[in-house]
């Protein structure tokens, strides 16, 4: 009998068309899914900033394509400074070869490939049934429901205004926001100019390729003066995103944010930390008038936020943290925060 030849290897750049087609066919049972169309696959790699054909990984039977993933390098940032993260995406293995490890070899490939290149940890979002048995772990994240109770943050709410982006002007203004309100957190991707002009406005602008979902930036202002941002999803209720100026500019952000959810009178957050806790609470503080309704009521839930494995010891985690388990318990307590509805990969 002939024995298959199975090699696990990086792609070539001639490659790369072939290997989004087999993404394509693998993703087809899904129905409507985006990952479906072939120029979905491209089209994101043609965006992600740094990317090369070396970062997609395949394994080959007998010279054919069988399976694929792809590493989307990014910094993310790790309190006071920046972890290096392999956010892993495109994972197929084409039907014919399914159920046979290919996944599980092609894994372990590029995990050591990422820890040669010192990166810090994997990242994913993915069935834990098949990424478990590879080392990953579920880091919970929160979202937020708020329900706002009584109208008492009309005042400012009637002064501020909110307009579309202006790519050519607000790049700037818009990285100003996001790394002044990302600061010290846990999760967040380090944006530069290119990220936010490659990727971000892609996935928002009408120009973009019809495939990846959009949503949309709305920039607050209050009386002629850039405040902040907020993003809403496509669904037009869920806010995914939301930054300030500066420390005086939550107020007016978050009372856009608030206004935009004036017809229900609650808007959903597809985020939530401690520190959202608070930023709201500064600005919606609670009667202590026990007669008196509170502003808000805040619901919390858990949900998935995705996978983690650690691929070294990486001075970037506290010593304690020396296995998967301890890195998705360790980044859960820092209130881990990725910002899923725009660094999504
Ligand atoms: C999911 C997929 C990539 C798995 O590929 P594969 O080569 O068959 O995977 P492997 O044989 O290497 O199995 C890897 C692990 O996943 C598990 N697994 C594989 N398919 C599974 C399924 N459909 N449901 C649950 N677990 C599954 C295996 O039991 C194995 O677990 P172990 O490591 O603990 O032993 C493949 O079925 C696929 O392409 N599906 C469609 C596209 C997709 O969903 N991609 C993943 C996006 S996150």
């Known amino acids: 009998m002939k024995t298959e030849s199975i090699r696990v290897r990086e792609a070539r750049a001639t490659e790369i068309a072939?290997?989004?087609?087999?993404?394509?066919?693998?993703f087809r049972q899904y129905g409507g899914a985006f990952k479906q169309n072939p120029d979905w696959a491209l089209e994101t790699l043609r965006r992600d900033p740094?990317?090369?054909?070396?970062?997609?990984?395949?394994?080959?039977?007998?010279?054919?394509?069988?399976?694929?993933?792809?590493?989307?390098?990014?910094?993310?940032?790790?309190?006071?400074?920046?972890?290096?993260?392999?956010?892993?995406?495109?994972?197929?293995?084409?039907?014919?070869?399914r159920g046979r490890g290919l996944i599980r070899k092609l894994l372990a490939f590029s995990h050591a490939w990422m820890a040669r290149r010192k990166f810090d940890f994997a990242f994913l979002f993915g069935n834990p049934k098949v990424y478990g048995g590879s080392g990953y772990r579920i880091v919970p994240a929160w979202k937020a429901t708020i329900h706002f109770e009584s109208k008492c943050f009309d005042p400012i709410a009637r002064q501020v205004r909110v307009r579309a982006v202006r790519w050519e002007s607000d790049v700037s203004f818009l990285q100003t926001c996001y790394a002044f309100s990302n600061r010290g957190g846990w999760g967040g991707a380090v944006r530069n100019r290119e990220y936010w002009s490659d990727w971000l406005r892609?996935?928002?602008?009408?120009?973009?390729?019809?495939?990846?979902?959009?949503?949309?930036?709305?920039?607050?202002?209050?009386?002629?003066?850039?405040?902040?941002?907020?993003?809403?999803?496509?669904?037009?209720?869920?806010?995914?995103?939301v930054a300030a100026r500066d420390q005086a500019s939550w107020k007016p952000v978050l009372a856009a944010v608030a206004r935009h959810a004036l017809r229900q009178r609650k808007v959903a957050l597809n985020f939530w930390s401690p520190e959202w806790e608070r930023r709201w609470a500064a600005i919606f503080p609670r009667s202590e008038d026990l007669e008196k309704q509170s502003p808000l009521r805040i619901e919390l839930a858990e949900q998935y936020g995705g996978m983690v494995r650690l691929l070294r010891r990486s001075p970037t985690f506290p010593h304690?943290?020396?296995?998967?388990?301890?890195?998705?318990?360790f980044l859960r307590a820092q209130g881990f925060l990725f910002w899923s509805g725009t660094d999504n990969f």
């Open 320 to 329: 304690r943290v020396i296995g998967s388990d301890a890195l998705a318990d």
């Open 18 to 26: 072939a290997i989004a087609e087999a993404m394509a066919e693998s």
């Open 202 to 241: 892609h996935r928002q602008t009408p120009h973009g390729s019809k495939w990846v979902p959009r949503f949309t930036i709305c920039v607050v202002q209050i009386q002629g003066n850039t405040a902040g941002y907020f993003l809403v999803a496509p669904d037009r209720k869920t806010v995914v995103e």
């Open 50 to 97: 740094g990317t090369t054909a070396a970062h997609t990984h395949v394994v080959t039977v007998d010279g054919r394509i069988a399976s694929g993933l792809h590493v989307f390098e990014r910094r993310l940032r790790a309190g006071a400074g920046v972890a290096r993260a392999g956010c892993i995406g495109n994972v197929f293995t084409r039907p014919a070869w």
